[in-house]
Every structure is written in C-alpha cells, then in structure tokens.
C-alpha cells in the first residue's frame, strides 16, 4: 500500500497485523538497541514528519503510530486527538503518554479524523537535552469507497464489466453490498494489486453470495484471488458449487520480490504486507482450502503477513481425504504466515473425509524471512474457537517445517473445544508439531474431546493443568448449531462465544 504522509487525499495506509500491534515488546519488531543514545551530551532533534506511518491491526478495532527513532532520545511525550473534521481534532485519545519506543497504539475509529503532537523528552542519565520543537502529523480513517454493487449482480461479471481503475493500485479500497442483498459469483473475482475490501451495508442483515456453474456449465475454481490484501466482511457465501480454493495467493504478486539464496539455489520471495482478513461471514458448504498459495514456475514463495479469521462460522464438506493438504496451505512455494490468528469462530465437517491438516506451512524458516523483510517472529493463534470433526482422519492439525520448535514462533491456544480433531495425535502435541515444553507456547482452558466421549492426553504440551476434560453438549452439531449447557465449558465461556448459554 502506498503510504501517504499528509492528509491531501482519503488514500490511507491503515491495515496490518493485529499480533504485531497487540503483542508484548519481546514480539513487536522493533530494535530496542535503537534508542541508547549514542550522542551524549547534546541538543536532540525532533523527528521528521515524513517518517509518520500509520498502520491499523487487521480488525481495524486499533492502529499503530510510528515515527523515526531518535539516536539518544530517552523518552517521548505524545498527545493524540480525533475529530469529524481536519481543524476540529478536539476530543482526546491521549494525553501527555510517555514512552521509551518510537510508537504508540491506539484505538481506530472509521471515517474519523486524527491529530498527533510528538515531543522529544531530555534524556537526563545521557545528558541530552529536548529540542525546542515538537512533530506533528494529521491523518483519517477513510478508505477510498467506490460504490454500491446492485443486488441481483454476478459479481464477478460485474467486475469484468467494471474494472477497478489501475489508479487505485496500492490503495485502500472498498465495494459494498446492500444489505440483505442476493448476489452470484461465476468466476473467479480476480483483485490483484489493491488492498480490496467487500462489506456488506448492514451488518445485522448481510449479504448473501451464491457461487454459480457459468454458461458453460464450468465451476468456479477460486473464489477470490488475491496479490494483495483482501478484506471481507459481513457476507453470507454458499460455496456448495466452488470447485476449489475460497482464497488463492495468486501468480501475479503486487510487491518486488526478494532473492533469498537458501540451500545453494536462488528463489523469490514474495511478501504480502497488508493483511488478509475475513471477519463476521458464514462460509457455508467448503469443499477445498480456505487459503492457499498458487505454485510458481521461477521458485516463486509467498509470505503472507496477517491472516485473520475472527466470527465466522465455517460449514467444511470436505469429499475427500488427503493426507498431504490443509485448509491453511501455504506448501506450494513453501512459505508461511507471519502472523495468523483465528478467533470468536466454529470450523465443522459434516463429511466423512477432511484434509490432515489444520494449518501447513513449508520448509522455509524465520531466517530466511529475516534476510528478505526483516521479521523477527511469528506468531499462530487459536482463541474461543468451536472446531468439531475437523482433521478427524488420522489427522496431525499442524505442520510448519521451518518454524516450529523456535524460539521466534508462539503459539496460542486459548478457551478452544475440539471435538474428534486432530486423531493421530493430541490436538496440543500436534499444534507444537511434537516439541513438547516449547516457551513460547500459551495454553488456556482448552477442551480435547474425542469422538467416544473420553479426551485427549496433553501430556508435555499443554502442561497448565487448565484443560477441560467435560462434555460440552453440543445442542445439535450436526446441523450447524454447537450451543453449550450445563458445563464446566459454559462456565469458563470457552469455545466460539456465539453458542454460549
């Protein structure tokens, strides 16, 4: 996305990982070392407006403001303010904050404007003294809406017959769709290049998206294909007639690769830096991956930043199994997810089939992603999730060659019922791909129920002693309703928080 330093258009740079914004400081990027100052004894100055980016999480719920870091600055003072208009920034979000890092967190509001003053403090231990000037920097929460997609439209065909204009590339963008409304997609809707975003008008009566055969009786074989970000909210998808993935990391990547040499061959790695989010939609009658990457012929990798599912309800029907795939696929060049979280949602399979897989990542390590985008850690996340009958084949939940058994990855496995999941092996020991007592793992109030009705052994992988070893009763899963009753789960509100009591 192209970053826009002054507040001359509503193009903003507003999305990226909720965990790199929400974790501790030991996870959030940053150089500590940065900030020892290296000059003692002299004036500092002020940092650069231009260095101002703005980054919302992937929910858009906060946003991160960073700005250059001071050689010998000790502390910063900062006052943030929001408004409905560029000169009436008048409420306060922040008063006087002092911190020791060259960024703040915040609340994020839509179609909201804001204002930041930035004061650079005396460093009294180093002997530097404050600049007389402060930095300041204005920016909103707008994003570039353009328009309405009439309800009866095949969306797909309505994209063909209206491309999005390429002067919108690298741009925050977003299609709604009217509420309640009934839509056809009959082909793949192709968005590379834009940080594309599709939200339904009323979030209490959502659109509903119906996948087609089209006039030659050919099945969609993506539903959305994707170079860049993709946001999708508030949509109801029948996905009973896709005949493949509902999310492809397509060959056409939006960002300048870069060549990473590993195991004496060259390949090209691809990141993406905005997020790809799918928040408060039903995806109804799965039958293939959620998300995967396509396969490039010149060692092509893709490296997603943030993929974040949180309140949805996700119907597998799976048709067959497969021993080498997962719903989470990124095995194809080899890459992995920087930061994935799936949270407040239901995953369930209805079939007697299902992939081996929750999430596979390939071969390639924090290492090489160090070398070619600088990340520091990565992060996988389950919280207040329902999964039932998933992975249920002699299934193993995760893989990650590269990352697993690091001390650069964390795992987060928290208030979650499994029920018949991950059958080769305990859901935990299999989420940390058998390295029991890693540090960096969290485990809370999980339940890992089996399809007789006795439980999972956590043995050295959840060692918290806080696992669940109750039946939810589950009101009817069969059918797509995992409300909870009188149990331990419903008095600790474990599992997706739309079934509980």
């Not at 590993?262 to 989010?277: G, R």
Request: aromatic share 14%; glycine share 8%.
């Amino acid at each position: 996305m192209k970053k826009n330093h002054l507040l001359a258009t509503m193009k903003t740079c507003l999305l990226l990982s909720a965990g790199m914004f929400l974790a501790s400081c030991a996870q959030d990027g940053f150089e500590k070392e940065s900030f020892v100052g290296t000059y003692p004894g002299f004036q500092l100055t002020t940092p650069d407006a231009s260095t101002v980016t703005v980054k919302a999480s992937s929910d858009k719920q906060s946003q991160t403001i960073t700005w250059d870091a001071i050689n010998g600055a000790g502390t910063y003072t900062v006052n943030v303010f929001q408004g409905d208009t560029p000169d009436e920034c008048t409420n306060v979000i922040a008063k006087d904050r002092v911190t020791k890092v060259n960024y703040v967190t915040i609340p994020r509001i839509d179609k909201t404007y804001y204002y930041i003053t930035i004061k650079v403090n005396d460093n009294i231990p180093e002997g530097n003294t404050a600049p007389e000037g402060i930095t300041t920097f204005k920016w909103n929460t707008y994003t570039i809406d353009l328009g309405v997609i009439p309800a009866g439209s095949d969306i797909a065909a309505f994209f063909k017959a209206n491309p999005i204009p390429v002067s919108y590339r690298g741009s925050d963008i977003t299609y709604t769709l009217e509420a309640g409304g009934q839509y056809e997609i009959s082909d793949t809707v192709d968005v590379d290049g834009f940080m594309f975003n599709l939200v339904s008008e009323d979030e209490n009566n959502p659109a509903k998206v119906t996948f087609k055969a089209n006039e030659e009786g050919s099945k969609p074989k993506v539903a959305f294909c994707v170079g860049g970000g993709l946001g999708l909210k508030y949509i109801d998808f029948d996905c009973t007639n896709l005949d493949g993935a509902f999310i492809l990391l397509s060959k056409k990547p939006v960002e300048t690769p870069v060549k990473v040499n590993a195991w004496n061959t060259d390949y090209y790695f691809y990141q993406i830096s905005e997020p790809i989010s799918v928040i408060s939609c039903n995806i109804d009658n799965l039958n293939s991956f959620f998300l995967t990457d396509a396969s490039f012929g010149t060692n092509g990798v893709w490296f997603p930043t943030t993929v974040l599912i949180d309140d949805c309800v996700v119907h597998l029907t799976t048709s067959t199994n497969n021993n080498n795939y997962a719903y989470f696929y990124t095995n194809n060049g080899g890459g992995f997810i920087k930061e994935m979280t799936v949270r407040n949602s239901t995953f369930y399979n209805t079939t007697e089939f299902g992939y081996r897989y929750f999430v596979r990542y390939g071969g390639f390590g924090i290492d090489q992603a160090k070398q070619a985008f600088g990340w520091e850690t990565t992060t996988l996340t389950y919280e207040s999730c329902t999964f039932w009958n998933v992975c249920q084949n002699d299934g193993q939940w995760g893989n990650y060659n590269g990352i697993f058994g690091k001390t650069t990855s964390y795992w987060n496995m928290k208030n979650c019922i499994f029920w018949n999941c991950s059958t080769s092996g305990s859901v935990p020991r299999r989420f940390l791909q058998g390295k029991a007592n890693q540090p960096t793992a969290t485990f809370l109030n999980n339940t890992y129920m089996k399809k007789d009705g006795t439980f999972q052994d956590p043995q050295d992988y959840d060692t918290t002693g806080t696992n669940i070893e109750e039946d939810p009763h589950f009101a009817n899963p069969a059918n797509g309703d995992f409300h909870i009753s009188g149990s331990k789960q419903a008095t600790l509100g474990t599992g997706d928080p739309r079934w509980l009591p």
